[in-house]
């Protein structure tokens, strides 16, 4: 097909844009580049929205799919299992210490099922709101849109349309006594009606990239203890390394009764999450009403099994603390400029945030000239490479968000 961007452009909806979308065409990916069809190479700053931990094309994903498709591409997980679906449950569960796993076709559905588990654990005591914070994003479905931040979010449009779930304020970064009382006193005011509560753990992902302190999730879990709430942890995002410890909840040192986990589960090969809940929830729900049509689909879960495993070998500690300090040196110069209110950086996270929304083309021109692939929005100019990067190519990352923040 020759006139690929033509036809895309007029006929294909692109994520969060209209159409006809300005899109380039891919012809290839290796490692961390990827190779359009005119013939430049691009590293990704982005591992694909934050999938693709080990880069791409990586022979032993590759091989892990080879194997599996010459045994078996798909069978209905009604009434039937396989080895790449228990063998994978196994490992999550071993890593998570959460033994009941749920296999879900991406992140957004794996929040709906959360939400599902806990509203039917919750419905003989009358419990039936969520409670969360305010900056928050959890997917684009309507039970995950209703537990996002009601005001700043995406999902503005649907506002009557959704349940109206409990808000607290935005988690502050720095330690506060003042926001420990208000969880406090928001859980209590609502307790008798929150089924659970739901955050992503010490970072907000889509919603701003911002970090808070881990002493808010623990009070979230005490409080869920002192009132017999579930506590629902999103890890889509912050699962597998990318902050600097293997889930986002090891920064508090807690578990949650619910956990999703989506994006690298498969380093980037395929969709493919998974919820995960304590004995009790499970057996407080007995029949979970939900099932997918590729539930535990034995491609994604041969290749998100040999993606752990690699995640497992490689020294990702130090890859991402090696990151960290290449973004956090790399992107220093950007907090002087006028147009920038703040740089900060968690784990193999880099984010400058401007004080006006940013011009996406624009953005993505500067860096794309300095060979490059960013993908901004709002605010934000990010970065969440891959850990196989190099510092050579970190720190050509760098160098291109501080350009394009330069050029607003």
């Not at 849109?145 to 009601?150: E, I, K, L, R, S």
Request: glycine share 10%; aromatic share 6%.
């Amino acid at each position: 097909m020759t006139d690929v961007a033509s036809w895309d452009r007029e006929h294909v909806w692109h994520p969060y844009a209209a159409t006809p979308a300005d899109v380039h065409v891919v012809t290839g990916a290796k490692d961390v580049r990827i190779t359009l069809q005119d013939g430049r190479e691009l590293i990704d700053g982005m591992s694909s929205w934050w999938a693709a931990i080990h880069g791409y094309n990586h022979p032993l994903l590759n091989q892990a799919l080879t194997d599996q498709v010459g045994t078996m591409a798909h069978v209905m997980f009604g009434g039937l299992t396989h080895e790449p679906a228990a063998r994978l449950a196994r490992t999550l569960a071993d890593l998570t210490g959460l033994p009941k796993v749920f296999f879900a076709d991406s992140g957004s559905v794996s929040v709906e099922v959360a939400i599902k588990m806990a509203l039917q654990y919750g419905r003989p005591r009358g419990r039936r709101r969520l409670m969360t914070v305010k900056g928050g994003y959890h997917g684009d479905t309507f039970g995950a849109m209703a537990v996002c931040d009601p005001v700043n979010g995406m999902h503005h449009l649907f506002t009557g349309a959704l349940p109206v779930h409990v808000f607290a304020s935005l988690p502050p970064r720095e330690l506060s006594d003042a926001y420990l009382d208000e969880l406090t006193v928001t859980v209590g005011a609502h307790a008798r009606e929150l089924a659970a509560i739901i955050v992503e753990p010490v970072v907000q992902g889509a919603g701003g990239m911002r970090f808070y302190h881990p002493a808010y999730l623990r009070r979230l879990r005490e409080l869920a203890d002192e009132h017999d709430i579930l506590l629902i942890a999103d890890e889509i995002a912050t699962g597998f390394g990318r902050t600097g410890e293997l889930l986002g909840c090891d920064h508090a040192g807690i578990r949650p009764d619910i956990m999703c986990l989506g994006k690298a589960l498969t380093g980037g090969y395929l969709s493919l999450a998974a919820t995960l809940c304590t004995e009790r929830v499970a057996e407080g729900i007995g029949v979970l009403m939900h099932g997918p049509t590729f539930m535990g689909n034995p491609l994604a879960t041969a290749v998100a099994q040999a993606s752990l495993d690699l995640l497992a070998a490689r020294p990702w500690r130090e890859e991402v603390r090696g990151i960290e300090a290449g973004l956090t040196e790399g992107l220093a110069e950007a907090a002087g400029l006028a147009a920038v209110k703040e740089v900060r950086v968690l784990g193999a996270i880099g984010v400058i945030e401007t004080r006006e929304p940013v011009d996406v083309r624009r953005v993505q021109d500067v860096a794309m000239a300095r060979g490059v692939w960013l993908r901004p929005f709002n605010r934000l100019i990010y970065a969440m490479p891959p850990y196989s990067i190099t510092p050579g190519d970190l720190a050509a990352v760098t160098g291109a968000m501080v350009a394009a923040a330069q050029a607003l």
